[in-house]
């Protein structure tokens, strides 16, 4: 959900994912954590399992658009910031379909991920809460203690957090698949125009539902 990524520092922290360069910025860590006291409070269990869940998350996120996007013959970087996740790469000219899998890569992993744990879960014969819809899937014994907890915080990121992804509000990936479609239809300018416009409805919508909510 960056814009732009951060400026290199020395306590960035450098590997990578099916040969895909990946960086952390350590703002990552510094927000992370912090949403992660918001969230939990002081316990350090409970901001650990957070910081690890959402860095899992982000990451699958943002490999599903490098590695789409590589699969399109551009090659790919991904950081982690303040703001979150960026996949980077020189698109050149695109076509709209290029551009929208490419958009919709991302939430679209978390969701494959997303349907994986609560295939897991299943299989089990457990049963585990699912984010906002105050009820759980399964039958069986609900998983308790970290593991249901950490198993609730990847669902969250990967599942809610993918469908507010595609919400499309600058500049969450929905906005990226609106406004190619928008250029497909109208010149750049005018395309942008509309995807502002949409976004701003979009946003408005969001806000009114939240209070009835």
Do not use: C
């Amino acid at each position: 959900m960056q814009l732009a990524e951060p400026k290199r520092s020395r306590f960035d922290i450098h590997f990578s994912v099916f040969g895909i360069p990946v960086r952390i910025h350590p703002f990552f860590w510094v927000i992370t954590i912090l949403l992660g006291y918001a969230s939990y409070g002081a316990s350090l269990i409970n901001i650990v399992l957070w910081t690890t869940a959402i860095l899992i998350s982000v990451l699958i996120h943002e490999l599903g658009h490098a590695i789409v996007a590589r699969r399109y013959g551009h090659p790919p970087h991904i950081t982690l910031g303040p703001s979150g996740g960026l996949a980077s790469f020189s698109a050149g000219h695109q076509k709209t379909k290029e551009k929208m899998v490419i958009a919709f890569a991302g939430p679209g992993t978390g969701f494959l991920f997303g349907g994986f744990l609560l295939a897991v879960v299943l299989l089990s014969q457990h049963s585990t809460a699912i984010p906002y819809l105050q009820t759980h899937l399964g039958n069986g014994p609900a998983i308790g203690g970290r593991l249901g907890q950490f198993t609730y915080i990847l669902l969250f990121a990967n599942i809610f957090w993918g469908l507010i992804n595609l919400v499309p509000v600058l500049p969450l990936d929905g906005s990226a698949i609106t406004r190619a479609f928008f250029e497909s239809k109208y010149p750049m300018l005018r395309a942008l125009q509309l995807t502002v416009k949409t976004s701003i409805v979009s946003s408005a919508l969001l806000a009114i539902l939240a209070m009835v909510l």
